[in-house]
């Protein structure tokens, strides 16, 4: 039996002075409030009540037991009372992992200052890192992009990404732009540290994944750096559409191979448990799946195909 249960066994009894009516308050036997509060004796080690045949009175310990369990059953009660509503109405704080490009895009903080406004009684903690254990940090949900391997995670897809591979003008010139995906074995190419000594690009030809392993000329860690070096000029990169649409815009950068870029890249929400989530967790999933669905994409972002082609706009300007 709970503790709590076998201490307000003993309050009611203490309270109403005789084991019937107490029993009857609780709605048990009297032999259970009884069994509850020798269970209770036997575990502290002391006699509790003096009874007699018409009514019990306090020991000494049990007087002090009454005094302190006051405060501590009210304690329990109202975080009861408010873990319930935890349960059933978003509040409290959300641990939120994400990476460092995803929060420094400006977009993900947007959104998140939307749903705190839906949301004022959620307070939210975001934790940019590309590395994120979430049962040893303590993360409620970590938006991740790309394939989520790990089986022990429950993943929500939010929002197809394109890829796209591009490089500057003067690097295509110098050269030759690549008609399919095998070619790019022969450039250089600048990749995350991440993906390995002999990094490998995936595409897709009709359903069919094609692996190139790509020589990298430079790798970073982060894709910002490697955007800037393919612009001067010294490589290629294989990114998603909406860390570069501002440079293919201006034409500072160039795609190519559109039709053959990978399809299986999403933002992904990941969590542990599928059961007995918070209620701010499940708003905040269902908010940013409802925002996705209703743009079609997160700002910044363009459907797969559809890239545009500096050189083309410049001919039907």
């Not at 001067?232 to 815009?249: C, E, K, N, S, W």
């Not at 191979?257 to 992904?268: E, G, I, N, P, T």
């Amino acid at each position: 039996m709970d503790s709590l249960d076998l201490i307000r066994a003993f309050r009611e009894v203490a309270v109403q002075g005789n084991f019937s009516r107490a029993a009857t308050r609780l709605g048990i036997s009297k032999a259970t409030a009884s069994k509850y509060v020798a269970e209770l004796e036997t575990r502290f080690g002391v006699r509790l009540l003096n009874r007699s045949t018409r009514s019990v009175s306090l020991t000494d310990a049990g007087q002090l037991l009454l005094e302190r369990s006051a405060p501590m059953l009210e304690m329990v009660e109202l975080t009861q009372a408010e873990l319930a509503e935890r349960a059933s109405a978003p509040r409290g704080r959300l641990r939120i992992a994400a990476p460092y490009a995803m929060g420094s895009s400006g977009e993900l903080p947007t959104l998140l200052a939307e749903f705190m406004g839906f949301y004022p009684e959620v307070q939210v903690s975001l934790h940019l890192s590309n590395h994120v254990d979430l049962a040893e940090d303590g993360i409620d949900v970590e938006l991740r992009f790309g394939p989520v391997e790990n089986e022990n995670l429950i993943v929500r897809k939010l929002l197809q990404v394109p890829m796209v591979v591009c490089a500057s003008p003067v690097y295509w010139k110098k050269h030759g732009k690549p008609t399919h995906p095998t070619q790019l074995a022969q450039h250089d190419a600048l990749t995350l540290i991440r993906e390995s000594m002999h990094p490998v690009w995936r595409f897709e030809d009709k359903g069919k994944s094609i692996d190139v392993r790509v020589n990298s000329r430079m790798e970073a860690t982060e894709g910002g750096p490697l955007v800037e070096v393919a612009m001067h000029g010294f490589g290629v990169i294989y990114v998603p559409a909406l860390a570069v649409q501002p440079q293919i815009d201006h034409g500072e950068l160039v795609p190519v191979l559109q039709k053959y870029a990978r399809q299986d890249m999403w933002v992904s929400a990941a969590y542990l448990q599928r059961r007995h989530n918070s209620a701010a967790l499940r708003a905040l999933l269902d908010y940013l799946q409802d925002r996705a669905k209703s743009r079609g994409r997160f700002k910044g972002e363009v459907p797969p195909g559809t890239v545009p082609d500096p050189a083309a706009a410049a001919k039907t300007a």
